[in-house]
């Protein structure tokens, strides 16, 4: 059974830093791509990075490039993403994805 576990949100103020982990089981974590989504109240989803199976590739939504980073770590199976200088923008439930799996989410909320 594929599991996805992410944590690392919180409540932080515009221009501060969050990690976020997605821990997998389940699956051979380190033969596929994964990607980060997110979810606003009210809004669909967006996709917001992926990275690829060795790790050496990455793609960015143009509304976090520069600012995010997303990263693996085969051997932990685990999927971080860096947020740095976030927005309020960027406040949302933010999932790690694999095919058509994800986890419960996590909660970022960006407010002074």
């Known amino acids: 059974e594929v599991q996805l576990v992410e944590s690392g949100g919180d409540l932080v103020q515009p221009g501060g830093s969050l990690r976020l982990s997605c821990v997998a089981s389940g699956f051979a974590f380190s033969r596929w791509s994964m990607s980060w989504v997110r979810q606003a109240p009210g809004k669909g989803v967006e996709w917001v990075a992926e990275i690829s199976v060795p790790g050496d590739t990455t793609s960015y939504s143009p509304s976090v490039r520069g600012r995010f980073t997303i990263s693996r770590d085969n051997g932990k199976n685990t999927l971080y993403l860096q947020m740095n200088s976030l927005k309020p923008e960027d406040s949302a439930v933010y999932y790690c994805?694999?095919?058509?799996?994800r986890g419960q989410g996590t909660q970022v909320t960006v407010s002074s």
């Open positions: 994805t694999c095919g058509d799996s």
